[in-house]
């Protein structure tokens, strides 16, 4: 159990040191740890025994909120653009999940999936608003009102979202431990036991799904800056679909596991795409499946085992 | 106005008479094997690849022109086969009394696979088959031009609806089915093969999809995207309906094409919006669709 924080604190030294070795990983990490916060929020509902197939909507909605303040209203610096996007994703969040958290299973499922695909066309068509498909562009913001250089502001946004995964990585660890966190699990458990001890399962819940929806949200904003495009297609279902198979396939035991799950998916496919491209979901699909069959608790659950931890008495299985 | 609504409202029906199958197929699925198989649409467009396939080679073979309707049908019958006892057997089987999030994901991940399966045997061009539409021809009633194929589209999707109700209802097979569907322990009890049942269902399941595909093939013609597109739809489809409903899948598609029909008549840019705002509308106030009866939640 003791080799588990050092473990962590060597990936994440290992992650600050791998543009050094080998600069063009920078960018491919970026957008990793981008999509891992997103898989993150949606391992937390996994943890609840929710799956969501629409949590790609708070992950565009985080992007589009930069895109927007950025553009429209011309406010475009990255520390004022990330607490922006996340208050607007966990506000939406917030909205959506006071309808939705009442539904269990594939009711959840299937209505997480409409209201993302009500998103997702809505971005398509209000062309005025959101530009369309073609999307809205991004030009490279500043950092606490300095203007930097493209290069220098995606390495400065690379250090910044390993600052972020580390803290906000700490503060969601702590949630799960908190009496709010240890109640979503009993969700899964036993939702009635739960509610007879007087916890009330709607209200954890909806504290769960605000938080995972501000976790998109943050991925969003990052994804959004570092891409520098944003398109409705972050919000259509599969890519839903790819989030909740991050999660699974890292693990959804501990924080790292959707990180782990979405660097290893990044990495893979940059190398995938120069030899077999046009294979590319067949690979996932095909890993996806070995990792439901033969190992549930994800790519985490295999460092957890090497590093002496046994037992999450089944909460971390799905 | 009802000049313009009329020709609007046949297409509508065409084109809810192409979702009704793979609609249909989906919830029957569901009903019986208490799985959502995200993978439905895939199935739909790998029927719609086959019989665009199969009727550009009878084209191009010089066979006789009217050999493209028995092959929209024979595709879709050799999809299912191909598929579904196969997929049911392995990967869908696997997943019985596991969590949805399981068999969601399992489901998922075969999407994954089918969709580049078919990139690699199809290739990324559009294919277009439009043989059969040309040959029914058009017939103007009223002033109005209508396709015959469309025509012929509404009323084998009612011959289908009509036929899948005789066939639970009526058959020995059908029968057998509704038991499973009504409790699976005690069907098993009275010694019913739900294995048996599972495959069976799971096989028709795919076929009416894969039908839905070769019937849309000579309207439409099949592009890479098709089956995550169709997917949704279907979703919102059965969910609307009630998932597990026949009737409410048939009522549901109905429902969902005419509304994008007004949407297209009096808000165009709400159009690819319809189906969705619809299914979140019915959801919000039904959870379980409009004909589901499903159990209330346990608390």
Redesign the interface.
Known sequence: MRALPLILAAGLALLALAPLAAPYLQFVLTVAVAKGFAALGVALLLRAGLISLGHAMFFAVGAYAAAFLAQAVGINDFLLLLPFAVAVSALAGLLVGAFLVRYRAIFFAMLNLAVSMVAYALASKLYSITGGTDGLRIDVPTLMGMSLEKAQFDQALYYISLVLLAVVGWLVHRYLKSPLGQALAAVHTNEVRLEYLGVSAWSTLLAAYTISAALAGIGGAIAAVAIGHVLPEYAFWTESGHLVLTAVLGGIAGIAGPFVGSIFLELIHTVAVGYAAEAWNLIVGVALLAVIFFLPRGLFGLIESAAGVKDHRGETEL | MLQTLIPLFVDALANAALIFFVAVGLTLVFSVLRI?N?AHGSLYSIGAYVAASVGLWIVAAGLPAWLTFPALVLSAAFTALLFGPVIERT?IR?TYG?????Q???T??????L???Q??VFGVQSIYADTPMALLGISEIGGIVYLNYQLALIGLAVAVLIGLRLFIRRSRTGKLLAAVVADREVSQAMGIDTNKMFMIAFTLGVLLAALGGAMATPTTGVAPGLG?DT??LA??VA?IGG?GQVEGAAVASVIVAVAKVLAIYYAP??D??AP??V??AV??VR??GLFGAGAT???
């Open positions: 959502l995200v990967l696997w596991k969590s949805e999030a399981v969601v994901l399992v998922f991940g075969l999407f994954l696979i969709e580049d399966l990139r690699m995550a997917m949704v979703f919102a969910a998932l840019a709400l690819a919006v969705y705002l299914m979140l959801l919000l959870p379980y939640r346990r608390i």
